[in-house]
């Protein structure tokens, strides 16, 4: 007979979020250190740091790591600085990413490259650094974040809606790869979620022009879905802390979406 069990307990496991400083992996960070997980927050935006200062003093484990994660050089050295401080790697979730809302004909060549760059390079580096040390280590999660645009497109937005659908597919195929090593791999495709990057997104295609209309904005954002509301980085943290923990055991090559209906 099964038993209850602190199941989703991360008690001893260490995990690697990019994208850390704020939104979706930042609320990550928060939510798996309290489920007991040491996490190492990657991010370039320095504010991480003052982010895992908060969760040590909060009595938990974290620590920041500076790192373009489209740079091999300081990908390397960052993971192998963070398995040296801990010791292992058990779950990784590769969170960060950008976006230029343009069509394939008003894109820049170095627009295309840096989106693609941070989106699918920084998932390729980091995996790749990171696989071998799950596999020494017996096993982990990986977690991707992809889109609800990685799934069915959207408009303006033709470089990130290819990295979105190339995170999804990558996932497949690294589950289908690594899951002999123990290894599982998931994507989360998240609708619009209220985090700096979709903020942003409205003051590119000309809807954003002050508060109110960014106020307006972020409540729109949440009608056109059955749940009428916009998701906050806690709905994809949760997602997150599913995947990454032993209730999702016999998960692997999924793409779950976490988008309040919109794609239903």
């Known amino acids: 007979m099964l038993q209850k069990k602190d199941i989703l307990s991360l008690e001893g496991k260490v995990a690697v979020i990019s994208g850390a400083a704020s939104g979706i992996g930042l609320g990550t960070s928060q939510l798996l250190s309290a489920y007991g997980a040491k996490v190492a927050m990657i991010d370039v935006n320095e504010k991480g740091i003052e982010e895992a200062q908060k969760l040590n003093e909060a009595g938990r ?131 619009d979620t209220d985090t700096a990057m979709l903020r942003d997104e409205g003051v590119q295609t000309g809807i954003v022009v002050d508060d109110k209309t960014q106020t307006d904005y972020l409540k729109d954002c949440g009608t056109d879905r059955p749940l009428k509301r916009i998701g906050m980085p806690e709905d994809i943290a949760n997602a997150v802390l599913y995947l990454a923990s032993d209730l999702s055991s016999w998960v692997t090559g999924s793409a779950l979406v976490v988008d309040g209906g919109g794609i239903a």
């Open 61 to 191: 484990t974290a620590e920041f790591y500076k790192c373009d994660v489209t740079n091999i050089n300081e990908v390397r050295k960052t993971i192998n600085d963070i398995n040296d401080r801990f010791g292992h790697i058990d779950i990784l979730f590769n969170n960060a990413g950008v976006t230029v809302r343009k069509t394939v004909v008003e894109l820049e060549e170095k627009e295309w490259d840096f989106v693609i760059n941070v989106g699918l390079k920084g998932t390729f580096l980091l995996s790749k650094l990171v696989i071998p040390v799950m596999i020494e280590n017996g096993g982990g999660s990986i977690i991707n974040t992809g889109s609800g645009w990685g799934l069915k497109g959207g408009d303006q937005a033709a470089a990130y809606c290819a990295v979105k659908g190339g995170i999804v597919n990558l996932t497949r195929a690294m589950a289908i790869d690594h899951g002999p090593q123990n290894i599982r791999v998931n994507s989360i495709n998240p609708g």
